[in-house]
């Protein structure tokens, strides 16, 4: 599709598909692109908007850190489906973008139809877990700017987040998703982990019960610490659907594909009903 212009900042967006609008949100050092096979799978019912975060793909990476900040990426993300001639629509978000879908939810409920979180998170809630956090994404951050890109992306694929990675995922894969993020601009990574850090963003636990509208959780069922905070969310949002996903890890949507993205369209037929087209 291309460019929408947001404020003097471009977000790249694509588009497929006919029916209630979705958008669909990546993760941290991923691209739109990693939503293709879900997009195939539901743009004869849904029309899908996939969206390049700020720092990430062909969205702009600009040098203030302050562009980056949670609520400013909100913002503009809102006003990207409102230029795509929208005011509501389901919000899709995978780790990064199933946060940033739920500050969406809270900070502009008016925009949101439903929500669909993969691997995601209402934040930290101490004051004392948030700052060691952002202090934890500062180091990295100074990683990609000292060290380079190449030495980041090969410490992040070390991490144990994406361990069960190396039995799910073929070579060929994993070698993609290498090559994705190398792809990507040093300074829109670091910035993005200053900015929209789960330690920088503001603690949602506390206003789960507000989101009034369907929410599908999602985890790998290998993804121990993210099918706990799924598990503890779905206990406080009022319309809450908790899926695991079984036999794989954080990136569920990459590990077990077509358990994932069928997941994801049976619940949004479910509450077809309800969304506006």
């Not at 790249?12 to 096979?37: A, C, E, I, K, N």
């Not at 995978?94 to 929500?115: F, K």
């Not at 899926?243 to 594909?257: K, S, T, Y």
Request: charge should be negative; proline fraction near 4%.
């Amino acid at each position: 599709m291309g460019h929408i212009t947001v404020d003097g900042l471009d977000y790249w967006v694509d588009r497929y598909g006919q029916g209630p609008p979705v958008m669909l949100l990546h993760g941290f050092t991923g691209s739109r692109s990693t939503w293709y096979d879900l997009v195939r799978l539901i743009e004869a019912e849904f029309t899908t908007y996939s969206v390049d975060h700020i720092g990430h793909g062909r969205s702009a990476s600009p040098a203030s850190v302050e562009r980056y900040r949670m609520d400013r990426a909100v913002d503009d993300l809102v006003a990207v489906m409102r230029a795509l001639g929208h005011e509501r629509a389901v919000w899709v978000g995978y780790s990064l973008g199933g946060r940033t879908a739920l500050q969406v939810a809270d900070r502009h409920p008016e925009a949101v139809s439903a929500l669909v979180l993969l691997g995601a998170s209402p934040g930290l809630p101490t004051a004392e877990e948030r700052e060691a956090r952002v202090q934890a994404d500062a180091a990295l951050a100074r990683m990609i700017e000292e060290d380079g890109l190449e030495t980041f992306v090969d410490y992040w694929a070390s991490i144990p987040l994406w361990e069960s990675q190396q039995t799910r995922l073929t070579g060929p894969q994993r070698e993609a998703l290498r090559q994705q993020r190398l792809a990507q601009r040093g300074v829109g990574l670091a910035n993005s982990l200053r900015g929209m850090g789960t330690g920088s963003q503001r603690w949602l636990g506390d206003r789960l019960a507000g989101v009034r509208v369907p929410v599908l959780l999602a985890a790998g069922s290998l993804d121990r610490k993210y099918v706990g905070i799924a598990q503890e969310m779905s206990a406080t949002l009022p319309e809450a659907t908790l899926r695991i996903i079984e036999d794989a890890g954080h990136a569920a949507h990459l590990e077990q594909p077509d358990a994932f993205n069928s997941t994801v369209l049976e619940f949004l037929r479910g509450v077809r009903a309800r969304l506006s087209e």
